[in-house]
Structures are given as structure tokens and as C-alpha cells.
């Protein structure tokens, strides 16, 4: 059972404009959540995180926005460029957690074309 | 510094037989985490070491799976018997510290093939 979920296994966009990935989650004890970066035969990279208190965070083209209402996040990549072309991870923790036991969804392959 | 790096990053096995795995952690982190990627799915928690504190084993998924770890360093993880349903990536990740804000570092992974 999936607590959290990436719906869409991939996404192409053009070079320039915005991607936008999205997470969806079950779990309302979740407060802190975190995007992460693949590429080909490499481990995640950390990217962005958001805890539960801010609805937005972001950090120069990356945008992580959260409404916890309908337990959906989202990264907003602007502009993208084909250097973000990589797999993307959103993960959670619920306040249960004193250590960073995270529950990750299955991940975006996002295709940026140039 | 050197990141985390893991060994092998390819094993193709025999179902049947035993696997090790290897996760060498960056120097100074004292939590170290094992999780596993089956294709198409999310990273799925198998465990978690803490210092010298006793591991939380509760992502384990049979008692085929078991994992240790000396002191700080450098930890194994085990399966035995493997079967096919345990094919899958298995990543170890490092953290300075095992608190949820303190961010993972992780290997390449070790792809799994168990035939």
C-alpha cells in the first residue's frame, strides 16, 4: 500500500518552459516532504524540501508547493532545461518519525527536448 | 570527500543462493539506511542503523533479510535463499545524523538479478 504516489511514470517538456511534477499522499500525519533527483546508475540527489507549516518553498528554478488539504505537492522546474532531464523522487515523513524513515513514490522521468 | 559507495553494482544470482551486498558510508555520518527499488516502484525502507544503538528492522521484508553494521562504518546486507521477487536496486543512504532534517546521501546502488 502506497502512501505515496507519482501518477504520471513521465513527463516531456520543452527546453525553457515549466515542469511540473506531482505527489500525492495518504498519510495526514505526514509534515515534511522532499523532492529527489536520479540520474542514470547514480543514487538520488537531494533537490528541495517543504515542511507542513509553509505552503511554498523555493530555491532558485525549483518551486516545491504543498496543499495539505488535498495531500498533493508539487515541483515546478522554470526554466527547464535539459540538464533536469533525470528521474524525480517526492518523499515523506510523517511526525511520528524522530529519524528520517521516508515513504517515496515511484518517480517521474522528466525528458527535457532541446 | 568521497560519497557512498557500494559493492557490487551488478549481481546476478542463482535463485536459491545467498547475496552480500555492500554500503560503504561517508566518513562521519553515524546513520547509514538500506532501501530497495523493485521496478516501477517507489524506494522502499528496509532498515536503519543509528550509532550504536539498536537497528530498526521493521522494513525487512522476511527473515531471509538481515544486515549489520560495525560501529560507524562500513555495513552488509544479507539475503538468503534469495528468490526472484528479490530482484530489485538495492541503495544505501548516509546521514549525518539520523533526525528527518538532516539530509541522505546515497550510493549508485546494487542492481540485483536473482534467476
Known amino acids: 500500500d502506497q502512501q505515496v504516489k507519482q501518477n504520471s511514470p513521465s513527463l516531456s517538456v520543452q527546453e525553457g518552459r515549466i515542469s511540473i511534477l506531482n505527489c500525492d499522499y495518504t498519510n495526514s500525519m505526514f509534515d515534511y516532504f522532499l523532492w529527489y533527483k536520479k540520474y542514470p546508475a547514480e543514487g538520488p540527489t537531494f533537490l528541495i524540501s517543504?515542511?507542513?507549516?509553509?505552503d511554498k518553498n523555493e530555491d532558485g528554478r525549483f518551486t516545491v508547493f504543498l496543499n495539505k488539504s488535498a495531500k498533493h505537492l508539487s515541483l515546478h522546474i522554470v526554466p527547464s532545461q535539459p540538464g533536469d532531464s533525470a528521474v524525480y523522487f517526492c518523499a515523506a515523513s510523517d511526525v511520528s518519525g524522530n529519524f528520517n524513515k521516508f515513504y517515496f513514490g515511484s518517480g517521474t522521468k522528466l525528458n527535457v527536448k532541446p | 570527500g568521497a560519497g557512498v559507495s557500494q559493492s557490487p553494482s551488478n549481481k546476478v544470482t542463482e535463485k536459491g543462493k545467498d547475496v552480500e551486498l555492500r554500503c560503504d558510508p561517508i566518513?562521519?555520518?553515524?546513520?547509514l539506511y538500506w532501501y530497495r527499488q523493485r521496478l516501477g516502484q517507489g524506494l522502499e525502507f528496509l532498515i536503519y542503523f543509528q550509532g550504536n544503538s539498536a537497528p530498526d528492522k521493521s522494513g525487512l521484508p522476511s527473515d531471509r533479510f538481515s544486515a549489520e553494521r560495525t560501529g560507524e562504518s562500513v555495513s552488509t546486507l544479507t539475503i538468503q535463499r534469495t528468490q526472484q521477487e528479490d530482484s530489485a536496486v538495492y541503495l544505501c543512504?548516509?546521514?549525518?545524523?539520523?533526525?528527518?532534517?538532516?539530509?541522505?546521501?546515497f550510493g549508485p546502488g546494487t542492481r540485483l538479478t536473482v534467476l
Open positions: 566518513s562521519g555520518h553515524t546513520a
Open positions: 543512504a548516509s546521514s549525518l545524523v539520523g533526525t528527518k532534517y538532516n539530509e541522505q546521501f
Open positions: 517543504i515542511s507542513s507549516i509553509k
